[in-house]
């Protein structure tokens, strides 16, 4: 499974972006895709998934109400949605997936595949 994270950017505090997820050599729908961060100097840290079972979908607790994620299986794609952000949301974002088809969201320790990450900037 090969995924690619797009959408990063420079963004003011208080805007919006909208990161995607694509996937070449597989069908997304059938996993559950992760989205992940590393701000500069600290650690990487989860921020939300997507089930493949039901597409439920888990947030973050700091984010919720801010972030959502989705996906459009028409496309192939997982999104990201960001809103009211906020210099602190500066990191790399990542998506990820265990690779298992069928599974719920795991824990981030069984996520197997990452894409490249996309840069969020926000400025203050």
């Known amino acids: 499974v090969q995924l690619q994270a797009s959408g990063g950017g420079l963004v003011q505090s208080g805007g919006s972006l909208r990161l995607s997820c694509a996937a070449s050599?597989?069908?997304?729908?059938?996993?559950?895709i992760g989205w992940f961060r590393q701000a500069p100097g600290k650690e990487r840290e989860g921020v939300s998934c997507?089930?493949?079972?039901?597409?439920?979908?888990y947030i973050v607790d700091s984010l919720k109400g801010r972030f959502t994620v989705s996906r459009d299986n028409a496309k192939n794609t997982v999104y990201l949605q960001m809103n009211s952000l906020k210099p602190e949301d500066t990191a790399v974002y990542y998506c990820?997936?265990?690779?298992?088809?069928?599974?719920?969201?795991?824990?981030?320790?069984?996520?197997?595949?990452w894409g490249q990450g996309t840069l969020v900037t926000v400025s203050s």
């Open positions: 990820a997936t265990d690779g298992v088809a069928g599974s719920t969201c795991p824990p981030a320790r069984e996520y197997y595949y």
């Open positions: 050599g597989a069908t997304l729908r059938y996993y559950a």
């Open positions: 997507i089930s493949s079972t039901d597409d439920s979908t």
